[in-house]
């Protein structure tokens, strides 16, 4: 199974004021599809060709750096246009995962400040997370293509904090990005979802 680009769930205007059009065109349609590209070129020949994602992913970690990278990148990107929604963010969130968040990390508000803390962080590119890791939900940040996948974790929801994803609307004002991602853009539906399947 090769590589494709999905649609973006939303319109490109559907995200503004706290992400652009020109961002989303931009991310979605050129690096996204970069990765797509490059993924597919980088698998030719290899024990990964024809595999499921999950399983490049984890499987070429440590051991093909452009199979990775790419693979990485398209599993993370997949899941970011579904992490966000118009009119999401906030702190109303499916019950179940409000009383997990409450229990493993100190309720939502600590979660919310801590997550972005942990992108503020990330030195250079990469992503912030929230992760379920033998039961409980963890906060994380990755390098670059990096995920909670290959450290032995599920990605419930993560945010790119490469400058792709911010600098046309926000310059160099990476909290303000994050900041605007967990109050206004994140779709919780999505990450109750994917919560519920790695709680099983
Ligand atoms: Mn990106």
Redesign the pocket.
């Given at each position: 199974m090769s590589f494709t680009l999905p649609e973006l769930p939303y319109a490109y205007d559907a995200l503004q004021p706290y992400m652009s059009r020109e961002t989303l065109e931009y991310?979605h349609d050129k690096?996204?599809l970069a990765y797509v590209n490059n993924g597919n070129n980088a698998l030719k020949g290899t024990e990964w060709e024809g595999k499921p994602l999950e399983d490049v992913v984890k499987g070429s970690f440590g051991k093909n750096p452009a199979v990775f990278n790419n693979a990485g990148?398209h599993f993370?990107?997949l899941h970011?246009w579904k992490w966000m929604k118009p009119n999401g963010g906030g702190d109303k969130m499916p019950g179940e995962l409000e009383k997990k968040i409450t229990a493993d990390l100190g309720g939502v508000a600590k979660m919310k400040e801590d997550f972005a803390a942990a992108g503020v962080g990330q030195f250079g590119s990469g992503w912030a997370w929230l992760a379920v890791k033998d039961g409980k939900i963890i906060i994380a940040k990755t390098p670059n293509g990096e995920s909670p996948l290959v450290h032995g974790a599920t990605p419930i929801l993560g945010c790119?904090v490469?400058e792709?994803?911010y600098y046309i609307d926000y310059r160099n004002r990476r909290p303000d990005y994050l900041k605007a991602f967990m109050d206004h853009l994140v779709n919780w539906d999505y990450v109750a979802e994917l919560y519920a399947k790695a709680a099983k």
């Open positions: 991310h690096h996204h990148q993370n990107h970011f790119d490469w792709h994803s």
